[in-house]
């Protein structure tokens, strides 16, 4: 192959390249386009609903006066005694030190007991006796052991976020090909050597599913023990805003709960995009 072919296939190659980034910048624009689709639809909806009184105002609020209420809550503390920034303060601490926890010490478990045959003998047992028990029976013993500030709520929250965490991680590294493993063997890699690097890269795909599962698990956990028992954060917000028939505050804070879960879904969408990136090579 002489210097003009060589040159040609390097700008064949090239051309491949920008053809392949093009098409998936296309993707991403419409998938964005989509999803903005969606959501003004979902409010115009909403909108319609509200203005044309199909649904009876006690039941559902204007998105407009919802957004107002908003404005308003971040320096009115009434009717829960709380601006809104307390109140999602509150609940983002109880969340994410759950949640934390959960993943450092689930997420290894699951590998651990997914690769180590004997590690799971041992510790199945325990876990199937807890996997079934619902967060939130917890709770009274949790208000009697720990009262009801942080400690004790994200214990709660620990727990529902645990088992995705521990059970996707399990999957995950039990799905290892045999071949990879023994590449690694062939090269003379310890087992352990094989489990560190080439078992759980090959299971942070699922992985990754379980925290988005678990970080979904908490949230759902955390409105439910603040209702219960608290004196700040959305959940309890929530239920003062029941209590004294706001419908908009109830509303609110279900937005906003909604709003804050799609944040923290993007930024472990973006922590596995940095991690997995060598799967796109």
Same mark, same amino acid.
């Given at each position: 192959?002489?210097?003009?072919?060589?040159?040609?296939?390097?700008?064949?190659?090239?051309?491949?390249?920008?053809?392949?980034?093009?098409?998936?910048?296309?993707?991403? =624009?419409?998938?964005?386009?989509?999803?903005?689709? !969606?959501?003004?639809?979902?409010?115009?909806?909403?909108?319609? $609903?509200?203005?044309?009184?199909?649904?009876?105002?006690?039941?559902?609020?204007?998105?407009?006066?919802?957004?107002?209420?908003?404005?308003?809550?971040?320096?009115?503390?009434?009717?829960?005694?709380?601006?809104?920034?307390?109140?999602?303060?509150?609940?983002?601490?109880?969340?994410?030190?759950?949640?934390?926890?959960?993943?450092?010490?689930?997420?290894?478990?699951?590998? +651990?007991?997914?690769?180590?045959?004997?590690?799971?003998?041992?510790?199945?047992?325990? @876990?199937?006796?807890?996997?079934?028990?619902?967060?939130?029976?917890? /709770?009274?013993?949790?208000?009697?052991?720990?009262?009801?500030? $942080?400690?004790?709520?994200?214990?709660?929250?620990?727990?529902?976020?645990?088992?995705?965490?521990?059970?996707?991680?399990?999957?995950?590294?039990?799905?290892?090909?045999?071949?990879?493993?023994?590449? !690694?063997?062939?090269?003379? #890699?310890?087992? @352990?050597?094989?489990?560190?690097?080439?078992?759980?890269?090959?299971?942070?795909?699922?992985?990754?599913?379980?925290?988005?599962?678990? /970080?979904?698990?908490?949230?759902?956990?955390?409105?439910? #023990?603040?209702?219960?028992?608290?004196?700040?954060?959305?959940?309890?917000?929530?239920?003062?805003?029941?209590?004294?028939?706001?419908?908009?505050?109830? /509303?609110? !804070?279900?937005?906003?709960?909604?709003? /804050?879960?799609?944040?923290?879904? #993007?930024?472990? =969408? +973006?922590?596995?995009?940095?991690?997995?990136?060598?799967?796109?090579?």
């Amino acid at each position: 192959m002489n210097l003009s072919e060589k040159k040609t296939q390097a700008l064949t190659n090239e051309e491949r390249v920008a053809l392949v980034q093009r098409q998936r910048r296309q993707l991403r =624009n419409r998938d964005l386009v989509l999803a903005v689709s !969606g959501v003004v639809l979902f409010f115009v909806i909403w909108e319609v $609903l509200s203005v044309t009184k199909l649904v009876d105002a006690k039941y559902i609020s204007e998105p407009v006066q919802i957004f107002q209420l908003f404005i308003t809550k971040l320096s009115d503390p009434n009717p829960d005694g709380a601006v809104l920034a307390v109140n999602i303060w509150s609940s983002l601490q109880v969340a994410l030190c759950g949640f934390g926890l959960a993943v450092v010490i689930g997420v290894p478990l699951g590998w +651990l007991m997914g690769w180590y045959r004997g590690f799971d003998s041992f510790m199945r047992p325990i @876990f199937e006796i807890i996997r079934p028990i619902p967060p939130v029976s917890w /709770i009274p013993l949790t208000i009697v052991w720990m009262g009801i500030g $942080l400690q004790a709520k994200a214990f709660i929250v620990f727990f529902a976020a645990f088992v995705p965490c521990l059970i996707n991680s399990y999957t995950g590294i039990r799905q290892t090909k045999e071949v990879l493993k023994n590449v !690694g063997k062939t090269f003379g #890699a310890s087992y @352990f050597t094989v489990f560190w690097k080439v078992g759980i890269p090959s299971s942070m795909t699922m992985t990754f599913a379980g925290i988005k599962v678990a /970080i979904g698990n908490a949230w759902a956990t955390l409105v439910a #023990a603040e209702m219960l028992a608290s004196s700040s954060g959305l959940g309890y917000m929530i239920l003062m805003g029941r209590s004294y028939g706001r419908v908009d505050i109830v /509303i609110l !804070g279900i937005v906003v709960i909604g709003v /804050i879960g799609v944040i923290i879904t #993007a930024l472990i =969408n +973006l922590l596995e995009n940095k991690i997995l990136g060598w799967k796109k090579l």
